[in-house]
């Protein structure tokens, strides 16, 4: 099982919108709907963003947003922050009943 | 205030074994399926192994399977993970989570497992 596809950086100005992809196959991101994204900063433990593809938990703030179309899905962080630098992960429920992560993505508030 | 605590890591000498615990506390745990993910040093996450609140239901990962278990015990709010025939590329930050939906909602702070090459 390949690690689902993630942009190594994204960056951005404050203020803006920014979007992350994680590409996968029919076998996982297309072929259910248990797209879930994590927000993790430098030494952190991970924190759960989106579950279900565009669920947030309560907590997390509306400017961060989740869609899937085909084999891709998308996390969109709009109004950037500086808080918002960290490494974020998109995970998926697999045919095989595993769970895969993307590689991770970078972003940085210029 | 939700809490998973992790706790047995270590340093382990390859072919050696381990057992990681995490101890839950703040919500009832009976009621939630349970997970293990590792993070090795400077690389992404991956996930390890799931078991829902009964027990019944167990999956691992491919690189895992065979050498690690999950068991649980409701009772103690306890969910711990054996891991035999320990590899260098099983050194890592293990975190306990808490299910939701196929997704990981709670994280433990997590503990490092070393297995030196």
């Known amino acids: 099982q390949s690690a689902l596809t993630q942009p190594a950086s994204v960056s951005g100005s404050p203020g803006q919108s920014i979007a992350i992809s994680c590409t996968g196959s029919s076998s996982d991101v297309g072929g259910y709907n248990y797209v879930s994204w994590y927000q993790q900063h430098a030494g952190k433990a991970p924190r759960l963003l989106i579950y279900?593809?565009?669920n947030r938990p309560s907590g997390v703030s509306t400017r961060f947003s989740g869609s899937k179309s085909g084999n891709t899905a998308s996390l969109t962080i709009s109004g950037l922050q500086a808080e918002d630098e960290a490494d974020y992960y998109c995970c998926s429920f697999t045919a095989w009943t595993t769970r895969v992560f993307g590689g991770g993505t970078k972003v940085t508030v210029l | 205030e939700v809490q998973l605590v992790e706790s047995g890591g270590g340093v382990v000498q390859p072919g050696g074994s381990l057992r990681l615990s995490c101890s839950a506390s703040g919500f009832n745990f009976n009621v939630y399926s349970m997970n293990w993910v590792r993070q090795a040093p400077g690389k992404g996450l991956e996930w390890v192994s799931y078991?829902?609140?009964?027990?019944?239901?167990?999956h691992y990962a491919d690189s895992v399977r065979g050498r690690f278990t999950i068991t649980r015990d409701n009772a103690k709010n306890l969910v711990s993970l054996q891991m035999n025939n320990l590899r260098a590329e099983d050194t890592a930050v293990y975190y306990c989570a808490r299910g939701l939906q196929y997704a990981f909602d709670q994280w433990g702070q997590g503990i490092l497992v070393t297995v030196p090459s």
């Open positions: 078991m829902t609140s009964d027990s019944a239901t167990i």
């Open positions: 279900e593809v565009s």
